[in-house]
C-alpha cells in the first residue's frame, strides 16, 4: 500500500535510516499505511523487514515541513526518559531533523496494537475492563511522568501556560469576549504553583492507546515542557475530552479514583480549587487552538476539513467558559 508521500519518497529515504539503526546491512519496508493524521503531524504504520525480523513502527512527520511544535531530538530523548520512569510508551527507533529524508522532521517507534479513537473507547464491549480501570492507570501514569528527572529531558521547554495561552490569543487576531473574561478570572485568582515538573501537555482519552486490559501507550508528546504537574490533571479532565459523556475523567472515571491513584503513586494532589483552575484554563486554551486550527485552514496555510472542523469547536469552548464561570 502507498500514500502520496511515500511516492514522494518516503520508502526510499527512511530504509536507509533505519538500517543504521539496526546497524545491519539493508532494510525492506514491505508496506506503508497512512493513519488518521493529526492537526500538527502526519502518521503512517510501516511494517519493515531487518535481516530475518519483521519490525511493526509507525512514523510521524510534521504537517507542515519546517513549522513542527517540537523539537523531535528532545521528544525521542523524552520517550526515553518516560520509559526509564515506567511510562507506557512506544519505543523510539530514530528521529531526524532532514527534510530531504521524508519532507519533514520525523520519529520512528514501534507500533503498540490497541484502540485510539475515544468514541470507540467508551462503547467497545470488550474494552469494558480498560473503561473500569482508566481513571486509576490515568493517575499513576500521570505521577509517574511528573516524576521524571528534569535533568533527564533537558533542555525542554519551561511554559507559564496562562501568559503563553493570553499570547495566542492575541496573535489569532480574534478577538473573543468570553476568552478574555476567563483570562482575566485565572489573572486574578491563580494559585500558588507547584514544583516545576515535567508536563505532558495533551494527555487525555485520544492520545492513549488502549487495550482490553487498559492503556498501554501513552502517545503525542510534542507538547510537553517544564511546568505545574497539575496542568496536566487539569487538562485531562476538561469536558472537550469527555466526548459527551458524564464521566470527568475521560468520560469514564471519577476525578476522586484519578487523584487517589495519582496520591498513591506519589503525586503532589491538588485542592478542589486548583484543580477547577486547571481545568477552566484548560478550556481557555483549547478554545484559542482551535481558533489557531481555523486559521491555518481560512488562511490557505494548509487547506484541511479536519482543521476546520476542529476550529468550529471554538464556540463551544466559550459556551464552557461562561458556565463554569456562572
Known sequence: MTTPLADAGLLAGLAPVLATAWD?????IVSAEALSAGASRLSWALDVVAGPELHR???QRERVPGNGRSNVSAEARLLRAAAAAGVPVPRVVAAGTDPGVIGGAFTVTTRVDGETIPRRILRLPELAQARACFADQCGQILAAIHAIPVDAVAPLPEADTLASTEEFLDATGDPRPAFELGLRWLRDNRPEPRRPAVVHGDFRNG???VGSEGIRAVL?????HIGDPLEDLGWLCARAWRWGERPVVGGLGSRAKLLAAYNRAGGDCPTAREIFWWQLLA???WGVMCLEQARTHLSGETRSVELAVIGRRACEMEYDVLRMLA
Open 220 to 224: 503525542d508528546w510534542e507538547l510537553a
Open 24 to 28: 545491519v546491512a539493508s532494510v525492506e
Open 207 to 209: 492520545n492513549l492507546i
Open 283 to 285: 478550556t481557555v486554551r
Open 57 to 59: 513502527l509507525v512514523v
